[in-house]
């Protein structure tokens, strides 16, 4: 018994140290396959355009430092809440209201209600793998909640990403606005829908921050390791919420327009729902043109040459992968260069990734690549550079 009790120590040890070797060679599996993701092609690399270098202040003095970087980056996010409305306390302290739960897959997938403004409760889906270790999350934003867990319309495939997270590990909470959606509003309008004073999109963001508090709660997750992902209406969702609050670990753009572009009818942001929102009669949905022109604030933002870029250098140090399709093609890179250039002012590298399908909807390979890459810097844990 003696000699069994002083070998036990020894043996732990070298299971531990198996373990960790084992993780260190799925990690280095998962960089390797990760890794093309996070060079631009040759064609755009370095490539600037006429965005304007979040490396500037307004006043036009250079970011030179890493502390400087800490102001500019303080002047960008109280700029943009200046412009877009300023959002109402976060609620910090709330807890989840289980509904009801069923177990599938391995998972137990409960339905559950809080509040993701102050006055607007939500019910969504939160999926939770067994055992009792803290593991990392994601939360998945779309037009409804059903269609992330597996639960949605057949003709929309590839867009289960919380059930497919949930699958390899992950809690995961699905979100959306399904009254907005059926009614054709899509959005949250803060405080209602005729005086909303924050733009939608912004407080589509803060509806996310609320989420992330009240998933934090949860005794499965660890704080420190959730993400945010979502598609198309979620894909700008998801971008604002990991843009404007930085306790996003980590995220993933799927096709939403990463920048603004006219000439592209999905990279809407005109839309009242998004950045254009004014009292109704609202515009008719669809392209500007002089019969139908944008109004509201995304018009001010375009005229005095404001862009997305500055908001994806929020996401600095933080990683990020642009989900592309349609509306994201590799030259999206000449946008992306400006937080890449971010980044290596701060010291890091291979914090901005895109993949790139013709379609605009996801597909099982674009999919692979965003649960990989949630899996490398969340699930592995990694916070610094490969």
Not at 256 to 261: E, K, N
Not at 297 to 322: C, K
Request: proline share 8%; net charge positive.
């Amino acid at each position: 018994m003696r000699i069994a009790l002083l070998l036990f120590p020894a043996v732990f040890c070298s299971l531990f140290l198996s373990g960790q070797d084992n993780l260190k060679t799925e990690q280095a599996a998962a960089w390797e396959k990760l890794a093309p993701f996070f060079t631009p092609p040759n064609e755009f690399e370095d490539r600037y355009g006429t965005y304007r270098s979040p490396l500037q202040f307004y006043d036009g003095h250079s970011v030179k430092t890493p502390g400087n970087w800490k102001k500019r980056r303080n002047e960008i996010l109280a700029r943009w809440h200046q412009l877009m409305g300023q959002w109402p306390p976060l609620l910090e302290e709330q807890e989840m209201k289980v509904i009801d739960s069923v177990r599938r897959d391995g998972f137990t997938q409960y339905r559950v209600q809080f509040f993701w403004t102050p006055d607007e409760a939500t019910e969504g889906y939160l999926l939770v793998p067994g055992g009792k270790e803290k593991r990392p999350a994601v939360i998945t934003v779309y037009y409804e909640p059903e269609t992330a867990i597996g639960m949605g319309k057949a003709d929309q495939p590839n867009r289960d990403f919380a059930y497919q997270l949930a699958k390899r590990g992950f809690v995961t909470l699905s979100l959306g606005t399904a009254a907005a959606s059926k009614a054709q509003t899509f959005s949250i309008y803060y405080p209602g829908i005729d005086n909303a004073t924050v733009a939608p999109l912004s407080m589509l963001a803060c509806a996310a921050a609320n989420a992330w508090y009240v998933l934090s709660r949860r005794p499965e997750v660890d704080p420190a390791r959730i993400g945010i992902m979502g598609h198309s209406f979620g894909g700008k969702w998801a971008m604002f919420a990991s843009c404007l609050f930085e306790k996003f670990a980590c995220a993933v753009w799927s096709d939403p327009g990463i920048v603004f572009d006219e000439s592209r009818r999905d990279v809407n942001y005109w839309e009242p729902w998004y950045l254009g929102w004014h009292p109704r009669p609202w515009r008719k949905r669809g392209m500007i043109t002089e019969q139908n022109p944008a109004t509201g604030l995304y018009p001010r933002l375009v005229e005095e040459g404001y862009n997305l870029q500055e908001l994806h250098a929020l996401m600095a140090p933080r990683p990020f992968l642009v989900s592309g399709g349609a509306e994201d093609t590799p030259k999206r890179w000449v946008a992306l260069n400006h937080a890449i250039k971010v980044n290596s002012l701060l010291g890091y590298k291979n914090r901005v990734a895109m993949t790139n399908r013709p379609m605009h909807s996801p597909t099982a390979a674009s999919n692979e690549t965003a649960y990989l890459f949630f899996e490398y810097f969340l699930k592995y844990g990694r916070t610094g550079e490969p």
